[in-house]
């Protein structure tokens, strides 16, 4: 049985074809005004998912960055730090050789006491800084003060206790990858003995009687807790370089996300440009056909 089409079916298969011709045309130009492939999930589900995908992974890059930054500035203040204590432990080392000479007198040795008190002073100024409000030397506990000293009634120094924990500060900077930033001052002042060898020393100088033996093995001790010094400078030179290749390397994988993400959602303006021309030849080519395929009313000739 042959199918008859009728002038009503003809005419609404007409119209529909041009409101697509139209649809299409809306589609190019939305992505034109956008700049965007992808301006909806409909448009492409799969790019949808990888573009959602990808900037997951830039996210989570930007938070290795920022960790990355935030562990360098303390890596590097606590350095700092620790280079100034250095400075001060190298001063202390040349006056305790300088004590160990048999021929100075007692009032020459409570010189070098005194000034060694005043060195002191500072080493533990030093072990009680803090970078905006948070101590570096303790621990975990970073609102608590390092150290306390404990006084004699002269005012000097005669004990010092820690107040922080040994408990380690990492900050994630990749997938698995964490980087410790903390120095706890337990394990690098008390366990060296530095603070009580320094006050040993001290008090050495100050005796009525001197033990050149007992100041030399003071001094060797004095000498354990200062190359400890030195390895942990050596630790954080090497912990700052290794953040520096870090950033590098985020920096690299933050771009090369941009550059996916930006092939897979951004639009070809010149392809979409070419498609656009052609829809509008098109749509013009459904109207022209319509025209001649759609007949006239009798209202049409009432015009």
């Known amino acids: 049985m042959p199918f008859r089409i009728t002038q009503e079916s003809l005419n609404r298969t007409t119209l529909s074809n041009i409101n697509l011709n139209y649809k299409k045309i ?63 432990l190298s001063k202390i080392k040349d006056l305790a ?26 080493v533990l100024q030093n072990a009680n800084t803090d970078n905006n409000g948070r101590y570096i030397f303790s621990g975990t506990k970073t609102l608590t003060s390092a150290f306390t000293a404990t006084r004699d009634s002269n005012g000097n120094i005669s004990s010092v206790s820690y107040n922080g924990n040994n408990e380690e500060i990492k900050y994630q900077i990749g997938p698995d990858t964490f980087i410790q930033v903390n120095l706890p001052g337990g394990k690098l002042f008390q366990d060296n003995k530095a603070f009580s060898t320094l006050i040993s020393l001290r008090d ?3 005796a009525s009687t001197f033990d050149s033996t007992a100041f030399s093995n003071l001094r060797n001790t004095f000498d354990t807790a200062t190359n400890a010094l030195s390895t942990e400078i050596t630790k954080f030179g090497a912990k700052a370089n290794r953040l520096e290749m870090t950033t590098n390397s985020l920096e690299n994988s933050q771009t090369a996300l941009k550059e996916l993400i930006s092939y897979t959602e951004d639009a070809d303006v010149a392809s979409l440009i070419v498609d656009l021309q052609h829809q509008e030849n098109v749509l013009q080519s459904s109207l022209k056909t319509g025209a001649m395929v759609i007949q006239q009313t009798l209202l049409d000739f009432l015009r």
């Open 26 to 88: 809306q589609g190019i130009q939305e992505k034109l005004s956008s700049g965007k492939q992808i301006n909806r999930p409909s448009d492409d589900p799969s790019g949808t998912r990888k573009v959602l995908g990808l900037r997951a992974e830039e996210l989570q890059v930007q938070q290795f960055l920022d960790n990355t930054e935030t562990a360098k500035e303390q890596i590097n203040y606590t350095s700092n730090t620790l280079e100034s204590i250095q400075e001060l």
């Open 97 to 122: 050789i300088q004590a160990g000479n048999d021929t100075l007198g007692q009032s020459d040795r409570n010189i070098i006491a005194n000034e060694l008190d005043e060195l002191l002073e500072s």
């Open 204 to 206: 050495a100088l100050k």
